[in-house]
């Protein structure tokens, strides 16, 4: 028969119980499948949910650990770091492996920035496992409350600090910097221009030109502020609006040009789904990656204004 000493006391399976599914519940919440399809449903989704999970389950047992004094269980912390590195190593490998599969390449700095948000997303769960077991491990001390009540107070400080990380962590896309019009393309002799603006000289084949006057579609992304210029300058950034693109309404032929004046980014391409709200809708929700993030001023929405 084992010994009492050895069993999980109600009080403290409670905990690991509670603060692993708010844990948990908090990586599912952040998983958005979106028009991206990224993560792929169902593989993927369940790929991180039980990521999530994991690094929920490590929050959960530090404070029973601590507690009863095992602070060689603290090393969890060293588990818990190494998990989330290789779940961003692992995501990065992943899409790189699959560069060479879609209309164009989603580039380095997009692959970064994806990779980075999948580990900083498994540490959410982690510090709300952690918090709900804070939590509820104090009402147990200082309290007489019910199980009820504690499960409740502990989940409802999880939830919170979730928002609060969520809100943290939240990003940017095109359509905080700039607009999106619709462009007016021509073509004259062997050049291709959008609002009078000059953007190939590569349309001599007449399949090329029969292509862009029936099929052809231009956005012209609009800068909302002229700092906001350098984040469309980034190379990274284009290749991520592309990318997009590309991936949602297809393309035979597509071309980017930056009007160095304005700094108005126009692309034109060839879709395969006909489409200008789709067009302008994706480009409008692309993110804006942390390679041009990295000096705030330059997405100050009132800066000079």
Known sequence: MPNNNDLIS?????????????????????????????????????????TGGLAASIGAFIIPAVVAKQFTAVTFLALAIQHFREVRKIERESLSDLEGEEYTKRGKAY???ISKIFEARNY???????????????????????????????????????YILKLFTKRQKISDIATVTEGKIEITDSSLYVNGMFISHLMGREEAKKWFI????????????????????????????????????????????????????????????????????????????????????????????
């Open 111 to 113: 692959i970064d920035g």
């Open 214 to 305: 029936e099929d052809g579609l231009a956005a012209v992304i609009n800068p909302n502020h002229k700092h906001f210029q350098i984040p469309l300058l980034n190379k990274g950034q284009r290749q991520a609006i592309i990318f997009e693109v590309t991936r949602r309404i297809g393309q035979r032929k597509i071309y980017s040009v930056q009007e160095i004046n304005s700094g108005k980014l126009i692309i034109a391409l060839v879709p395969v789904i006909k489409n200008f709200n789709l067009f302008k809708e994706t480009i409008l929700l692309t993110p804006l990656l942390e390679t041009v993030k990295k000096n705030p001023e330059l997405l100050r929405k009132n800066k000079g204004v």
């Open 10 to 50: 109600p009080e403290v399976l409670t905990l690991i119980i509670t603060a692993t599914i708010i844990g948990t519940l908090s990586r599912i919440l952040t998983i958005k499948l979106d028009y991206r399809q990224y993560p792929n449903y169902p593989n993927g989704y369940l790929i991180h949910a039980v």
């Open 124 to 162: 959410i769960a982690f510090l709300v496992a952690l918090v709900t077991g804070i939590t509820i491990q104090l009402l147990q001390s200082l309290t007489t409350v019910s199980m009820l009540i504690e499960v409740g107070c502990g989940s409802v400080a999880g939830l919170i600090v979730f």
